[in-house]
């Protein structure tokens, strides 16, 4: 009987526990996206409406040692970075 009653209790404080955790989903970039340059020289992308909610960066290949980007640009043509 001590050990039901305990495996109920246990049983109880589990599933209690589950109800009381929120998971929140990202979310997306609001309003137009824009693009800039981090100090550690990663490209962020973001929301202009939302801009700490979208926020993402990434980091870029070919940049030699003691070089610093200074800018970025959007190809009209193909609107790639």
């Known amino acids: 009987m001590k050990n039901t009653a ?6 109880t404080l589990a599933l209690t526990a589950c109800n009381q955790s929120t998971v929140t989903a990202p979310v997306a970039p609001a309003g137009q996206v824009a693009y800039g340059l981090t ?3 990663k490209v ?3 929301g202009l409406h939302n801009p700490a909610a979208g926020l993402t960066s990434v980091a870029i290949n070919g940049v030699a040692s003691g070089e610093t980007l200074v800018d ?5 043509t193909d609107t790639m970075l």
């Open 39 to 41: 100090t550690t020289g």
């Open 44 to 46: 962020a992308t973001f």
């Open 6 to 11: 305990l495996l109920a209790l246990v049983s």
């Open 72 to 76: 970025i640009d959007m190809r009209n």
